[in-house]
């Protein structure tokens, strides 16, 4: 198809977005017939598709621990999934979410709102987002990869929004072209990331009682991200996602380390699993949890992580257990989404391109090192992560209210 076709093409999509969106908005302008209750928060992560996760679970956490008299409703796609009483879990469908979002006083999201979302004077959008610091480029630093649709939901969404949660003065800079947003900022922390702080122990047993391992067990975590798709490449997922040899990081872990240890999997939801189902029926020290809404309870009681381009990364690092990085398309992956907001080879994190680097980063691993570095990464960046990142947020609402 030729540039010209290809233009064609995509202008016809965007405008039927755009109506489709128009038309859609209807019921959020008759809803406005009801008043804005002034303790009603509404809930809402990666447009319902995940459950009670992320960064608004541990706002609601915080806001059902306090029992302020707030009227918390959490729209899912899946209302089959677990929530705590206090929480009214609704069915994100359109009439529904209109009807919800219309008549709440707060609402707390971790993604963009859809097009056809229409916000009232008097209401407050606060966008937790689902990863600061972070390595992949988003909205205008993407460059000519990020789309015309892409721009006009971002930008919509960006539009509304009051407060931004942010983790770092890092997080801060980022936002004029990372999220096209130039409002209001509360420099909190990541709620999600109490639990990485907070009460270890606790997690580090309760995570080995649920899976059944020993008390003295290692676990890393494993959470690649995913290929093509969003990128606008067209590639079989099944077929060019690689994986690491697993048996080598465990061998190479328990030669570092001296005691037995457990990779737990985290796939992204967009990750074709059949590539994994070998390791999963051969190999009892690999343990699936991408099923889990809340990785970051899991996260709490692992010793290392290990990725490609997840944010997540920073995350794990917050605890101070190893961080490895297995990246072995590189140079492509930059190809197809943007140039990465950090230089890989110049972070605290081990990076490798192959199993035989893999292997060597992990027998070799300084400690001592990492934690120097951590620090002084830490330190440029202005991190922000005390472990009461919910209750600064909740403080907030309050002030608010």
């Not at 302020?68 to 879990?89: A, C, H, R, S």
């Not at 939901?153 to 929004?161: L, N």
């Not at 027998?363 to 120097?372: K, M, S």
Request: proline residues 4%; positive net charge; hydrophobic residues 35%.
């Amino acid at each position: 198809m030729s540039a010209k076709a290809e233009e064609a093409v995509e202008k016809r999509y965007i405008s039927r977005r755009i109506w489709k969106a128009r038309l859609q908005s209807i019921p959020f302008y008759l809803f406005r017939l009801f008043p804005i209750k002034k303790n009603k928060i509404v809930f809402c992560c990666i447009e319902g598709t995940t459950g009670y996760t992320c960064n608004p679970k541990y706002i609601a956490e915080e806001l059902i621990r306090r029992g302020g008299g707030f009227q918390l409703v959490w729209l899912v796609n899946d209302i089959t999934k677990e929530f705590p009483e206090e929480i009214q879990v609704v069915h994100n469908t359109l009439w529904k979410r209109a009807y919800h979002l219309a008549t709440a006083h707060f609402w707390v999201d971790n993604s963009r709102k859809q097009l056809e979302v229409r916000k009232r004077k008097g209401q407050i959008y606060i966008q937790t987002w689902h990863a600061k610091l972070g390595f992949k480029p988003t909205c205008l630093d993407r460059g000519k990869s990020f789309s015309k649709i892409a721009y006009l939901v971002s930008k919509h969404d960006s539009d509304m929004i009051d407060y931004v949660l942010s983790n770092s003065k890092w997080y801060d800079d980022t936002l004029p072209t990372g999220m096209i947003y130039s409002g209001s900022v509360l420099r909190t922390g990541s709620p999600r990331c109490d639990i990485l702080v907070n009460n270890r122990e606790r997690q580090h047993r309760k995570v080995r009682e649920r899976y059944g391992l020993p008390l003295q067990a290692g676990i890393m975590m494993y959470a690649p991200t995913f290929r093509g798709g969003s990128q606008g490449i067209n590639r079989d997922l099944a077929i060019n996602q690689k994986y690491p040899d697993y048996e080598r990081v465990i061998n190479a872990l328990e030669k570092r380390f001296k005691r037995p240890w457990y990779i737990f999997l985290r796939l992204h939801p967009q990750l074709v699993v059949r590539n994994m189902d070998e390791p999963y029926k051969t190999n009892k020290y690999i343990v699936d949890v991408s099923r889990v809404d809340d990785m970051y309870k899991i996260l709490a009681g692992c010793d290392a992580f290990m990725t490609d381009y997840s944010s997540a990364a920073f995350d794990a690092a917050i605890m101070e257990v190893p961080v490895f990085l297995y990246a072995d398309d590189y140079a492509e992956y930059e190809a197809e989404r943007g140039k990465l907001l950090w230089d890989l080879r110049k972070l605290p994190f081990p990076l490798a391109a192959n199993n035989e680097e893999l292997e060597r980063q992990i027998v070799e691993f300084d400690e001592t090192r990492y934690r120097q570095e951590l620090e002084v990464l830490f330190t440029d960046v202005e991190m922000t992560e005390d472990g009461k990142a919910a209750a600064h947020v909740v403080d907030r609402i309050e002030e608010l209210t």
